[in-house]
């Protein structure tokens, strides 16, 4: 492994103050252990060289004291590693009366991810059930701008959310704190929760609507990148150059297949240097290109889609991306964008597969 080559996203605590029934990692966190600050200080002090980007997502990471001083430790001994928070919005009602918090994030943070699913407040608070998630979010964003933090609105895609009356709102918002837009598209983790992902068709006219008015940043999704431009293409970073660790300490190679099957290891004993050789890893170094792929134009640059939506449908690698336009008996080549890139920087940016927007 390279040095200096790794996101990792971290799940400091398995604490959260909202109930989002769409929330990827909630039974995950739920049966989960925290380690304690010295566990985390070592690790970094034995992998802290291979690290390039740290993002704080998972639970909600400013509940928890200890992160305030971890953020700082980094900082001050690791000084190379930029770190990211993504927060539903409520850091900033948790450290405005906590000058030493405050102070750890001005110092410590680089970037800011904050959740806001809608641009209306009644639906977000539902959303998130918390009556204050929409406040908080905005104070959060009010934040950011005040201290000159880069911070992103980051929204769930899902097949409620985008729609050009939402979004219409979610970049005015943008607008008025100067933000990025990012928007992840919803996976359903849990058969059980209600919510709908995104159809092939919505994100195809969601794209459309955001061309005409906005600005495409970066498509850091392999199938998108694919379908929707021809000089623009990412690859899929999952258990290749981007990994989590979550609140117990365990490491898996996607935000989103948090499984036992994907395990790899735990920090406690844990050495990025040997990370390639692990069993799980050659799944995403050589991943499986399916058989309907194979006469695809694109097969090339897509190399069957993104990873983690793959087995989260289909429970195998075996199957093609589910927004595959071949499933669809749709031409592979649907648009051909413009992506305006210039100038443009952000730790999520191929460190999982999402995609990204200026108002």
Known sequence: ???????????????????????????????????????????????????????????ENPTHDDWFLLITQIREHHPHIKQALTTNGSL?????????????????????????????????????????????????????????????????????TLVSENMKKIFMLAEMYNTYVRINLYRPVDKLNQIKPASLEKVINIFDWIYKNHNILSISDSLFSSIFSDSFSSKDPSG????????DGNIYPSTYL????????????????????HNVIKLF??????????????????????????????????????????RYGVNENIRNYRIDSAGFSSIHDEYLPTLFFKF
């Open 1 to 59: 492994m390279n040095k200096k080559s790794l996101s990792l996203g971290i799940g400091f605590t398995s604490n959260c103050n909202m109930k989002c029934s769409f929330c990827y990692s909630k039974n995950n966190r739920n049966n989960s252990s925290e380690c304690s600050y010295t566990t985390w200080t070592s690790f970094f002090e034995k992998n802290g060289d291979f690290i390039k980007n740290i993002n704080y997502g998972t639970g």
């Open 92 to 160: 900033y009602n948790i450290i405005k009366s906590d000058n030493l918090k405050n102070r750890a994030v001005i110092d410590s943070i680089d970037e800011i991810d904050i959740s806001l699913d809608w641009g209306e407040k009644d639906k977000h608070n539902e959303y998130r059930e918390n009556i204050y998630a929409f406040d908080w979010a905005l104070e959060t964003l009010d934040y950011c701008k005040n201290n000159n933090i880069k911070a992103t609105i980051v929204t769930l895609g899902t097949d409620e």
């Open 240 to 247: 290749i150059t981007s990994f989590r660790i979550t609140s």
């Open 258 to 277: 948090l499984y036992k099957d994907f395990l790899i290891g735990n920090i406690f004993d844990f050495d990025f240097k040997n990370i390639t050789t």
């Open 285 to 326: 170094t050589m991943p499986i290109i399916p058989k309907t792929c194979i006469e695809c134009s694109l097969v090339d640059r897509c190399r069957g889609g993104v990873l983690d939506r793959r087995y989260i449908w289909f429970k195998d690698f075996l199957e093609s991306d589910p927004y595959c336009p071949r």
